[in-house]
């Protein structure tokens, strides 16, 4: 058994251990570097779990991963029908949010929106922090949706 798998059936184990977690991340080339990911929170940039592709860093011997940029925040529009966003999640105690906004700079790593990147093709990791979608219809949006005659409060 390769290393990588030893290291997948121990994490996995009844006595895994936070080195044992730590030492597959590393082994998985998933891991960015820090000075690349400096002043994020994520240390992963994994592929979408949607994705039919995985991406993977390796060293090909050309050097070409030290020449990576760090990652820069991109800023896009995205134009939402509505600005109420329902949820059913158990984790949550509430079930409507209004977010002007997809993804976010702040990098807290238990945010319950981070899987949201994945439909779009993109990482809940790096990308989450770093490709940002402005909404920036929600306050009309959000007037219109108030006015209507289904909103209730209760």
């Not at 977690?21 to 979408?48: C, E, F, M, Q």
């Not at 592709?53 to 939402?80: A, H, I, M, N």
């Not at 002007?100 to 702040?106: A, I, L, Q, V």
Request: glycine share 8%; aromatic share 8%; hydrophobic share 30%.
């Amino acid at each position: 058994m390769n290393e990588l798998a030893e290291l997948r059936q121990a994490a996995f184990a009844p006595a895994h251990t936070a080195d044992i977690a730590d030492a597959l991340v590393k082994a998985s080339g998933h891991r960015v570097d820090i000075d690349r990911r400096r002043g994020r929170a994520a240390g992963l940039n994994p592929s979408g779990r949607f994705e039919e592709q995985r991406r993977e860093s390796f060293d090909d011997g050309w050097q070409s991963l030290e020449e990576l940029e760090p990652f820069r925040t991109e800023v896009q529009v995205e134009k939402p029908k509505t600005a109420l966003t329902k949820n059913d999640s158990p984790d949550i105690p509430f079930d409507r949010s209004i977010n002007p906004y997809r993804g976010c700079e702040h990098g807290c790593i238990y945010c319950f929106a981070r899987p949201t990147h994945s439909y779009m093709g993109l990482s809940p990791g790096l990308d989450f922090e770093s490709k940002l979608f402005s909404k920036p219809d929600v306050p009309k949006l959000l007037e219109r949706e108030l006015s209507g005659r289904t909103i209730r409060c209760g």
